[in-house]
């Protein structure tokens, strides 16, 4: 961190202010995060130049996690300083000369970090989104996303689509808890190591073992799944593909793998309390990482019998008590990871085929103390609606 990390808070947002003077050399800035006690009024807030009617304007999306609204300013009206000081807990600037990333801990201490920028600025109003993956990578077209001349398959779209949001959520994450020091920078000898914990057709366990090897980080990917036929398909295609010292896979269950240890573990899917066998496992391991996207949840929903009043006047229509279950049972899981010292977000990701729920668990381990408050909460939310998650049975909680 720099030295600049000593500056109060007010400072530390002036200086970020001071790079709006030159807003020709801005390419891209991004507010997410909460800071402690405060609320924001979105998840996420985007802005980034672009040319209309030959003038620069900042174009700023903000995202309430369901939907994305999108205004357009010129630089001079653009309320900057507004958004600066509304909550947000991490601010980047990336820029023609430096970026600069302001992240603001539980203490409201300013942690700020300066690196190189990226060169020149794309004006481009209707930019299209950047690929990640070629479609012709030969794993795309050996894991049946994309055709024998490289195009994606019309069928393979959404997962495709899937695949390249995962690693959008990915990368940056990892790239973040490697500079804070949560987890050791990869090197031939020491790689970073990843598990994916229920991998089926492994679209994404080979996806993130393509494009970080392709960004020249040394990784050593591992997929677990219970059906032999996907460990020896799998195995099969990295063999074709001439990856097997980096990428293998396995068949057994998540709550018994012979794997004992992970840098990162995912888990997408998994069915009811297999997401929980994962986090269990991840958590056991000592995972610095865990980026967790449930499926259905019938733990929680069988154990609602007596809901505490005046929550019955939800729980008496089915549909209403199962999207209620859900959110209890992700509540739950995210708080037991938090009483682990784990660092935990709710962002939204996409669904997959089998399911339309599109939240995703994101955690690093930051081993930061607990706080009695938060202890306190998780006893009440159990007792008042008298449950016991899977996970805390599985982590004896």
């Known amino acids: 961190m720099s030295p600049a990390a000593r500056l109060s808070l007010e400072e530390a947002f002036s200086q970020a202010l001071l790079y709006f003077s ?27 130049p672009v040319l209309i009617k030959e003038k620069l304007h900042f174009q700023v999306s903000t995202s309430d996690g369901r939907a994305v609204t999108t205004k357009n300013y010129l630089p001079a009206e653009l309320p900057i300083s507004e958004y600066i000081h509304s909550g947000y807990a991490n601010i980047l600037i990336e820029g023609v000369a430096e970026n600069f990333s302001l992240r603001i801990t539980k203490k409201d201490e300013p942690l700020i970090s300066i690196t190189a920028g990226g060169g020149a600025v794309d004006l481009a109003h209707d930019k299209k989104k950047e690929r990640l993956l070629d479609p012709a990578d030969p794993f795309l077209r050996e894991v049946g996303i994309s055709d024998a001349s490289g195009q994606i398959k019309p069928s393979k779209s959404d997962k495709y689509r899937q695949v390249e949001e995962f690693l959008r959520l990915l990368a940056p994450t990892l790239n973040s808890a490697i500079e804070a020091g949560h987890i050791d920078k990869p090197t031939t000898t020491n790689p970073l190591t990843i598990v994916d914990l229920g991998c089926g057709h492994a679209y994404l366990t080979f996806a993130a073992h393509q494009y970080l090897r392709g960004i020249g980080m040394e990784v050593k990917v591992i997929g677990i799944d219970v059906r032999t036929a996907s460990r020896d398909r799998n195995n099969e295609i990295a063999k074709k593909l001439g990856i097997t010292s980096s990428i293998e896979f396995r068949a057994e ?3 018994n793998t012979t794997l004992v240890q992970a840098d990162v573990a995912i888990a997408l899917h998994a069915c009811d309390t297999a997401t929980d066998d994962a986090i269990a ?16 949840h019938h733990d929680i929903q069988s154990q609602l019998s007596d809901s505490p009043e005046p929550w019955s006047l939800i729980t008496r229509y089915g549909i209403m008590r199962e999207r209620l279950g859900d959110l209890l049972t992700d509540s739950l899981r995210m708080q037991i990871l938090k009483l682990r010292g784990y660092r935990v977000e709710a ?17 690093v381990k930051t081993g930061a103390p607990v706080e009695a408050i938060e202890v306190s909460r998780y006893e009440e939310m159990i007792a008042a609606w008298k449950v016991k998650p899977a996970l805390a049975r599985l982590l004896n909680h």
């Open 347 to 363: 962002i939204e990701f996409i669904g997959g085929e089998h399911t339309p729920r599109n939240l995703m668990i994101r955690a």
């Open 253 to 255: 269950e998540i709550a």
């Open 22 to 48: 030159n807003p020709e050399a801005i390419s891209r800035v991004v507010l997410t995060g909460r800071r402690r006690n405060m609320q924001v009024a979105t998840d996420r807030v985007d802005i980034r």
């Open 281 to 296: 496992w991840a958590v056991k391991s000592d995972a610095k990482l865990m980026m967790i996207a449930p499926c259905c």
